[in-house]
């Protein structure tokens, strides 16, 4: 029932699914350890938090060169104009969110010392050099745009929900 032309492909489902996991995993992780006091569990959770992050920056820069180079399907009947230049403007948050928060991060660690070291085993150059001020005003922005990130998240999946259940249209089964 559902071509190519009404679902994402594969790799795009895989894009959209993986950076979920992850990009969830890495706000629930972040805000878990945040309070915690300094031990050798807080920098290894830090650490994977990191390598998340490092992760969902190098899976956005993918994902949106196969979304310029694969066109998403049309979006359904069912939304309005309004509704459609809502989603667009929500999806063009969340892409943003995917780069400048990793982004915000990396210089956050940079600034205040602790380089990022993928996996245990990529070293990634700091972005800056050592400087507290800026580190702590990069912890700010970071959260700051943490927090932008799980409210447009909040409405991105209630607005699948409002799809699948209110308005029965196959947006949810089209990512699916």
Do not use: C, E
Request: without cysteine; glycine residues 6%.
């Amino acid at each position: 029932m559902h071509n190519m032309n009404t679902t994402y492909t594969p790799v795009a489902k895989g894009f959209h699914w993986l950076m979920a996991v992850l990009i969830l995993g890495a706000l629930a992780l972040g805000l878990y350890m945040h309070d915690l006091p300094l031990s050798p569990q807080k920098l290894q959770l830090y650490s994977w938090h990191k390598w998340m992050g490092v992760t969902v920056f190098v899976l956005v820069w993918l994902r949106l060169a196969w979304r310029v180079t694969h066109r998403p399907p049309p979006p359904p009947n069912t939304l309005t104009p309004r509704m459609k230049r809502l989603a667009y403007a929500g999806h063009a948050l969340l892409y943003g969110l995917m780069v400048v928060i990793p982004l915000s991060g990396w210089l956050m660690s940079s600034a205040k010392g602790f380089q990022t070291v993928w996996f245990g085993v990529v070293p990634i150059p700091d972005l800056i050099g050592r400087d507290r001020d800026m580190g702590d005003l990069l912890q700010a922005v970071h959260k700051a745009f943490t927090v932008v990130l799980m409210l447009t998240l909040a409405g991105h999946i209630a607005a699948a929900l409002w799809h699948h259940f209110v308005l029965k249209d196959d947006t949810l089964r089209r990512i699916r």
